[in-house]
């Protein structure tokens, strides 16, 4: 029986039901494997002033310890302090974590499935209850905290036993990062085939109101993901509808830009998602238009391809290693007028949706899992004396 406990502060809650879904879905898929037993820890950080807004209210009622989807889920408090750059973020988390650690059931491995402050805590409570720890890398945890907290970052990375990340690109820059090439292995995500593929176009349109061309952007309304160059883009080419899913502090600038831009009509702001309707939004698209500045790898490129809508997106992180045909769409510079031809060419010329799911065969849930549960084990037995 391989024990493991899943550390990540990235993990889905009732209040947040999409936040870090991958590592949810990659934590089921291992938790479900034969001889496998899964603890996860998703630890919620919290400002000592935590009464002044609504959301930190609702992740302070949250329940300690839950059956979430099959899972036991802890769900430790630790401070954080607003303005310090995270720089204490990781020691508070090891000390809101030994105490619930010190009362589970006994753990073989610990899984860190996010990089900070996940990793630096991972590794002190491996020391600590000497077993082996294993950090993932995902994207946003190397480029951004790999440059805020570089120290923190690579002393982790250097300590641990094994890394993980999520694509070669990222692999790549954790290497210029100074982390050690022997130790990091590439761990790419899954997806569900069964939920994610092609659905009825017509269909789709029709329940959302919507019909012709239409171009859907997904992910968080933050300046890194770039929606307001789609929204450009989109503006660029009439008739075309945007349809951006996700919620955040850019709502009122996006909302702005496509008043000044006159297509107010034409760009929908659904706010957050629910992860199982995705496809449906994706099947009522022809395109998914992503201008995020930096990924790992990320999820909505590939359940796009599954659900056989291409892909227009830049040269950051692993989009070579997903658009590799012309049918799975385009790597382009992140302007908007780039983004509006290659829109356009996929829309005037749409490719094959064989070809389109095609290049999503090589991302599977249960592959991801299998691989993950062989680099866990592979670190405990490295552990364990021979004979």
């Known amino acids: 029986m391989l024990r493991v406990l899943t550390l ?66 802890h769900r430790p408090r630790f401070a954080t302090l607003p303005g310090t750059g995270a720089r204490w973020h990781a020691a508070s988390l090891v000390r809101a974590l030994m105490p619930v650690l010190d009362g589970l059931p006994a753990f073989d491995v610990i899984d860190a499935s996010f990089f900070f402050p996940d990793g630096p805590a991972a590794v002190a409570l491996g020391m600590r209850f000497a077993v082996p720890v294993s950090i993932k890398a995902r994207g946003a945890d190397i480029h951004h905290w790999g440059r805020v907290r570089r120290e923190q970052v690579v002393a982790a990375g250097l300590a641990a036993d094994g890394l993980l ?155 070579r290693e997903v658009v590799t045909s012309p049918a799975a769409g385009r790597i382009v510079p992140r302007t908007p007028a780039a983004f509006a031809e290659a829109i356009a060419a996929l829309l005037a010329d749409p490719p094959p949706t064989a070809a389109v799911t095609a290049a999503a065969d090589p991302f599977s849930w249960e592959r991801n899992a299998h691989e993950l549960r062989a680099h866990l084990a592979g670190l405990v037995a490295s552990r364990t004396p021979a004979g």
């Open 8 to 73: 990540s502060t990235l993990f889905p809650d009732t209040t947040r039901p999409n936040f870090g879904g991958f590592v949810e879905r990659q934590t089921l898929g291992l938790a479900a494997l034969p001889d496998t037993a899964v603890t996860v820890v998703a630890p919620v950080g919290l400002p000592p002033w935590l009464m002044r807004r609504s959301g930190h209210r609702a992740l302070a009622g949250l329940p300690r310890v839950e059956a979430w989807k099959g899972l036991t889920v």
């Open 165 to 319: 990340a999520v694509s070669e690109s990222l692999r790549d820059d954790m290497i210029a990062l100074g982390l050690p090439a022997a130790t990091i292995a590439v761990h790419r995500t899954g997806i569900d085939r069964a939920r994610f593929r092609p659905g009825d176009r017509a269909r789709a349109q029709a329940a959302l109101g919507i019909h012709g061309p239409a171009v859907l952007s997904l992910g968080a309304l933050i300046p890194r993901k770039g929606h307001g160059i789609v929204v450009e883009a989109v503006a660029r080419l009439p008739g075309v509808t945007l349809m951006i899913a996700g919620e955040g502090p850019e709502r009122p600038a996006l909302v702005a830009q496509a008043a000044r831009l006159g297509v107010s009509d034409r760009v929908r702001l659904l706010g957050a998602v629910p992860h199982a309707t995705l496809p449906d939004l994706l099947a009522a698209a022809d395109v998914m238009a992503l201008a995020s500045s930096s990924e790992g790898l990320a999820n909505a490129w590939v359940e796009a391809l599954a659900c056989g809508r291409p892909i227009v997106i830049p040269d950051a992180g692993g989009a």
